[in-house]
């Protein structure tokens, strides 16, 4: 781990987003809970998914990637076959966060850690058809209670709450 923040370049470009998707899909490929999903139960081609990856998180930064897939289908997919809960989830972004800290720091190092931190609670609970925790009810105050039951009638699924477009 580089300790010295000073040392540690932001993430500009495709450059940096391909350095830190290969640092953390190393790890993820090394890690007990979340390495077989990938290499036995999904069979990835790293080949493919690299280059897919690289491309999603720069138009999630910069909107100049050009990705077009659909995350929720692909993780959809894997809850038939494997536990993907609160856990797997947990843990996917502690090692995503971790990765990106002992690699970057800056406005777009934090900026891609709260986007995974939100896509990690819009994927996991629409796959496991819970409430995404940042949206559960019993943790809003009334007025959040009140706004966000404005955006759509509560018989649309989530108690009224979609996840945005993007996803
Ligand atoms: C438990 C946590 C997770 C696991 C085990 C997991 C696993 C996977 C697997 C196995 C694939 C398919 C790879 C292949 O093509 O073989 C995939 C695709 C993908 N994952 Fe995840 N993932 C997790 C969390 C996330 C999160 C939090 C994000 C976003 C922040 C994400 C973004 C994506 C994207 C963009 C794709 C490509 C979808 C497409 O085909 O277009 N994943 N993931």
């Avoid at 010295?4 to 495709?14: A, S, V």
């Avoid at 290969?22 to 390495?35: I, K, P, Q, T």
């Avoid at 990938?38 to 999603?56: E, I, N, R």
């Avoid at 629409?126 to 105050?141: C, E, S």
Wanted: contains cysteine; charged residues 20%.
């Amino acid at each position: 781990m580089n300790s010295n923040i000073q040392l540690r370049p932001d993430i500009e470009g495709r450059v940096e987003i391909e350095q830190l998707i290969n640092a953390f899909y190393s790890r993820v490929r090394a890690d007990d809970v979340l390495g077989f999903i990938f290499d036995d139960v999904a069979g990835t081609d790293w080949g493919t998914h690299l280059p897919k990856m690289y491309a999603f998180w720069e138009t999630v930064l910069f909107r100049s990637g050009g990705y077009t897939g659909s995350p929720l289908a692909a993780h959809a997919k894997l809850v038939q076959l494997t536990q993907m809960g609160r856990p797997q989830f947990d843990r996917w972004l502690m090692l995503f966060c971790g990765t990106v800290d002992d690699l970057f720091n800056g406005p777009h190092a934090e900026h891609i850690k709260n986007c995974a931190s939100d896509m990690a609670n819009v994927i996991q609970s629409r796959i496991n058809h819970v409430p995404d925790p940042r949206f559960d009810p019993a943790n809003l105050t009334p007025e959040q209670r009140e706004r966000y039951a404005r955006y759509r009638p509560a018989s649309a699924g989530l108690g009224g709450l979609e996840p945005p477009d993007f996803i």
